[in-house]
Each structure stands twice: as structure tokens, then as C-alpha cells.
């Protein structure tokens, strides 16, 4: 190719010879400078692309890298988990969720659980619902920190806090009062499920912690639950100092929980002495106690959608996602 342009342009130098004087060696010497530039030039176009092509490749894998790496993460974390229950004779109705992360809630386990209460509520045979989680250490550590990593867009992120609403929802609209058994710490989500109970006994390792806003979000999804339950003012506290515990007996005071034990054992035996009374009670009158204190939550199907997305679109910024790493590596 270099060949023919250079013979194409012998022509056009002979046909312009009659039109002007032969070149001198100033001349000359130009076209040598040119001529290697253009030599120069061939040689880094040829080469170039060779080396940008590796730097290419070498993206391309390390993307694909993080991506499956990723993937594998959200993926062990989703598959984990799970959610049973159990209904006795007295017709009593036990929900116990667990997650090998300190009880944490991805949004599979939340889905399960959203739709076991559901499902309890509108069973006749239940008279009414205790909600647990597993272990003897913490009662729910919120959020899965490995699939908030992983949420990559608004919709993916949306869908993700939307768990925690529909939990709650579930928890607002069943017909049957539903009693918490918090035997340990609560952060975060973890707090918005207790709030979301109609009575909730604890015991004195139950500390909790709204700890959103230390990694960039904001409760925004659990906050009406909170608020409905210990006022804006203990919420406000919560919310904005969020790297602090407040000790069992600060929730109790605050009315996040009803009663606070020195032991499991204490804990439980009250849980079975007053789901056992609740269950000879009339179901009617509980139902409509419990729509009554429920009241003026009706708009929250809307109101914690519309939370949801606004979790969704904090997850995914740079500080959110550096400071979800930063506390993962503690």
C-alpha cells in the first residue's frame, strides 16, 4: 500500500515539473523530515492499537470478574436463610425466621416472611401469632450488607427495601395480634420488624441501634413502624446518632418493648402464658382492636413504597457503597 501512494505521488510530481523548478536541498531535506514522520506515524498506529487492545482485554476480564464475583455473593447470601412456623393445638401460631449473618433479612427471607404472616393471618385455626428468630444471640441484624453491595440499579434497589414494607404491611393488616420475642440486639431493619409487633417482650442483652445513616442510607423504610411505636422524638434519636446502642431498658421506656427479662426462660414462659390467654379470647374483638390501633396507617402501603425508593437510590451511591465495604472488612 505504501508503494502504490508512493508511485501515485511520482505521477503527480512529474505532471507539476512543468509548472515549477526542480527542489532544492532545503527542499530536499524537508521531504526526508516528512517522509520519516510519516514513517514515525505508521509505526504508531500499527503498534497502538495492540497495546490498547491488551488494555482492553485486561478491562473487559477484571469487569467480568467483579461482575460474577458479585453475582456469587448476592447469590450465597439470597440462598440462605429461612423462614418456618409452626401452629399447636391452642391454636398458636410461631414464625421463626434465621439467617447464619446474625439473623440478617435478604430479600428472599423477607418475601418468605411477609407472606407467612400473611398467610397465618388469614388462617382460621390461628388465634394469634408469635414472631421469633433463631439462635440465642441477635434477634435480626437488618439488612443483608452482601446483597446491598450487589444492587447495581434503582428498580434492583426499590424491590430490595420494598421486603421491609411488605413485612411490616403484613404485620399492620393480619387480624390477629402478634406478639415479638427479642432475645437479643436489633439493628436497623431488625428494629422496624420489632416495631412492627403489637406487643413485644425483649430480653436485657436486646439493645438496639438505627444504623442506617453510618453507611449512607437512612431509615427511612422501617422509620414510620419506629416512629408509630416510640414517637419522633426517641425515633429522631436513634436515627441520627446511629453509630450508639440504647441499652434493652431505653426501648422499654420508650415503648418499644412492653417488658424486658433477665433471661430466655423468663421470656418465654410470659410469651406462653399470654398467647395462651389471647387464644381463648374472643377472635372478634381482637380483630377489631387491632385494626383500631392501627388507625391512621392506612396510606402506608404507598407512603413505604415510595420510602423503598428512596433507600433504592441511596444504596447505589459511591459513599454508600465504599462505607457497606469499609464496615464489611471490621
Not at 449512607?216 to 411505636?229: D, N, S, T, Y
Not at 419522633?232 to 441499652?247: D, G, K, P, Q, Y
Not at 433504592?312 to 462505607?323: H, I, P, R
Request: proline content about 2%.
Amino acid at each position: 500500500m505504501l508503494r502504490s501512494l508512493h508511485q501515485k505521488g511520482t505521477g503527480r510530481q512529474k505532471r507539476k515539473q512543468h509548472q515549477r523548478s526542480l527542489p532544492d536541498s532545503r527542499s530536499l531535506s524537508i521531504e526526508r523530515t516528512e517522509t520519516m514522520l510519516i514513517k514515525v506515524m505508521v509505526v504508531q498506529v500499527v503498534t497502538r492499537p495492540a497495546v490498547l487492545s491488551v488494555e482492553a482485554i485486561r478491562a473487559v476480564v477484571h469487569s467480568t470478574d467483579r461482575t460474577k464475583t458479585n453475582n456469587s455473593i448476592m447469590a450465597e447470601a439470597v440462598d440462605q436463610g429461612h423462614v418456618n412456623y409452626t401452629i399447636d393445638e391452642k391454636g398458636i401460631g410461631t414464625i421463626e425466621f434465621g439467617h447464619p449473618m446474625s439473623n440478617s433479612l435478604p430479600g428472599k427471607i423477607l418475601q418468605k416472611l411477609a407472606e407467612t404472616i400473611t398467610e397465618l393471618g388469614q388462617n382460621n385455626e390461628v388465634k394469634v401469632i408469635v414472631i421469633r428468630s433463631a439462635g440465642e444471640k441477635a434477634f435480626c441484624a437488618g439488612a443483608s450488607f452482601d446483597e446491598l453491595i450487589s444492587i447495581n440499579d434503582l428498580e434492583t434497589g426499590k424491590a430490595f427495601f420494598s421486603g421491609f414494607a411488605k413485612v411490616i404491611n403484613a404485620c399492620r393488616k393480619a387480624p390477629k395480634f402478634i406478639i415479638g420475642r427479642v432475645q437479643g440486639k436489633a439493628v436497623g431493619g431488625g428494629v422496624g420488624v420489632a416495631s412492627a409487633m403489637d406487643y413485644c417482650l425483649a430480653t436485657k442483652y436486646a439493645d438496639v441501634k438505627l444504623s442506617e445513616l453510618a453507611v449512607g442510607i437512612g431509615p427511612f423504610v422501617v422509620g414510620p413502624a419506629v416512629e408509630r411505636k416510640i414517637g419522633v422524638s426517641a425515633m429522631s434519636e436513634l436515627a441520627i446518632n446511629a453509630t450508639e446502642w440504647r441499652h434493652a431498658d431505653w426501648a422499654k421506656r420508650k415503648g418499644l418493648f412492653t417488658d424486658v427479662f433477665e433471661t430466655e426462660a423468663e421470656m418465654d414462659a410470659e410469651i406462653k402464658r399470654l398467647s395462651e390467654k389471647l387464644a381463648t379470647s374472643n377472635p372478634e374483638a381482637m380483630a377489631m382492636l387491632k385494626k383500631a390501633f392501627w388507625q391512621g396507617t392506612e396510606h402506608w402501603d404507598d407512603l413505604l413504597a415510595e420510602r423503598a425508593g428512596m433507600s433504592g437510590k441511596l444504596v447505589l451511591s459511591d459513599f454508600t457503597v465504599n462505607a457497606i465495604n469499609a464496615f464489611k472488612k471490621k
